[in-house]
């Protein structure tokens, strides 16, 4: 079956970095567009990072600009999310997500059809 395992996360101080992991498994990963969301309690998971499957081109919401990059490897079957310059705003569980197999690049939730099981992320002011 599918798998999408992500790790990385932890507690950081303002103004540090982490890097996130999700190592999939049991699909296509070459073909497929990945996500990064992340979703605080009380509001909808949100859209943070997203890289094509065609072109490797990446994309990212305004708020990470310049301090999230995130990277594929598709001999690892997976996808990383560096974060630098950690806000208290980016305290989030980060979910990585799998688009269905070769569709064009989106970063609507509803395009993703596979969920790893989230990653908290807790960035201390």
């Known amino acids: 079956q599918v798998q999408l395992v992500e790790s990385g996360g932890g507690l950081v101080q303002a103004g540090g970095s982490l890097r996130l992991s999700c190592a999939a498994s049991g699909l296509t990963f070459s073909t497929r567009n990945m996500g990064w969301f992340r979703q605080v309690p009380g509001k909808a998971r949100e859209f943070a990072a997203g890289i094509s499957w065609i072109d490797g081109n990446t994309d990212f919401v305004d708020s990470v600009k310049g301090r999230f990059t995130i990277s594929r490897d598709n001999a690892k079957n997976t996808v990383y999310l560096q974060m630098n310059n950690l806000k208290p705003e980016d305290t989030a569980v980060y979910y990585c997500?799998?688009?269905?197999?070769?569709?064009?690049?989106?970063?609507?939730?509803?395009?993703?059809?596979?969920w790893g099981q989230g990653t908290q992320v807790t960035v201390s002011s």
């Open positions: 997500a799998a688009s269905g197999l070769g569709g064009a690049y989106s970063r609507e939730i509803s395009k993703y059809a596979y």
